[in-house]
T-cell receptor, first 114, second 111 residues
């Protein structure tokens, strides 16, 4: 059973650097979501894709954040000019279409900005 | 905007005790409710979900949840907890094409 995978699992970077994370969803899933989770909080929605189309972005997603899903398969999340406030766990989830469908989460990428 | 509230931040129980974790959601027109669990060092996993029908939903590992529309609640229950239930539990509501989560409840089971 191949679940959702994310790479890297941990990333430590200096303030001002750019970082990129990758998510590989379950192969038959056409929806892909990105969430951010900070300590003591639940995951917060960032953005989602239906196939290759990015259909919604949260206002949490500043101009420094960009996400892509070029061929409707894997997705990347890039943060430019990282700030200490970007330190968090970045989670990816995938599902088939529809509100009743379970979202399957990956292990997350923990970002630490020094 | 939708919101989900979990009022119990940290619950400590002894093994074999009964469990009830609270979850309240704001009314958003649609109700698609989930409970996820995150065991130490693992990723989020689905425990159970409710969309319609029987308001008492049974999930994995002996967990169940009851949807009470009049109270906007979807509390998670287990009659007898085990040490292996130590984890963080998140309630969520899917609406406007996204899952909105509560802040989570950390459950610690003492052997």
């Amino acid at each position: 059973d191949t679940g959702v995978s994310q790479d890297p699992r941990h990333k430590i970077t200096k303030r001002g650097q750019n970082v990129t994370f990758r998510c590989d969803p379950i192969s038959e899933h056409n929806r892909l979501y990105w969430y951010r989770q900070t300590l003591g909080q639940g995951p917060e929605f960032l953005t989602y894709f239906q196939n290759e189309a990015q259909l919604e972005k949260s206002r949490l997603l500043s101009d420094r954040f960009s996400a892509e899903r070029p061929k409707g398969s894997f997705s990347t999340l890039e943060i430019q000019r990282t700030e200490q406030g970007d330190s968090a766990m970045y989670l990816c989830a995938s599902s088939t279409s529809g509100s009743t469908d379970t979202q399957y989460f990956g292990p997350g990428t923990r970002l630490t900005v020094l | 905007a939708q919101s989900v509230s979990q009022h119990n931040h940290h619950v400590i129980l002894s093994e074999a005790a009964s469990l009830e974790l609270g979850c309240n959601y704001s009314y958003g027109g649609t109700v698609n409710l989930f409970w996820y669990v995150q065991y130490p060092g693992q990723h989020l996993q689905l425990l159970l979900k409710y969309f319609s029908g029987d308001p008492l939903v049974k999930g994995i590992k002996g967990f169940e949840a009851e949807f009470i529309k009049s109270k906007f609640s979807f509390n998670l229950r287990k009659p007898s907890v085990q040490w292996s239930d130590t984890a963080e539990y998140f309630c969520g509501n899917f609406g406007n094409e996204k899952l909105t989560f509560g802040t989570g409840t950390r459950l610690t089971i003492i052997p």
